[in-house]
């Protein structure tokens, strides 16, 4: 194996390994925003629940029943 033959393999080398580091960096964006908004939702879920059990201590118990409509 000569000097220009395995400058050639490191230079190919160099070239993919930024290529990955590219692609990791990219994929590190992509996850970084997911868990942000994996965290919205989470803390929006959190709300949503909490304002229907407040909803839910609201109605009275005699609405709750499940009764046919007049129409029936």
Do not use: C, G
Request: hydrophobic share 35%; no cysteine; net charge negative.
């Amino acid at each position: 194996m000569n000097i220009d033959n395995l400058k050639s393999r490191i230079d190919k080398l160099e070239i993919l390994f930024s290529e990955q580091e590219y692609t990791v960096e990219s994929l590190n964006a992509v996850v970084t925003r997911q868990a942000q908004e994996i965290d919205q939702l989470t803390a929006t879920t959190e709300l949503l629940k909490h304002q229907v059990k407040e909803f839910k201590k609201q109605i009275p118990e005699s609405a709750i029943v499940d009764e046919k409509p007049p129409h029936y």
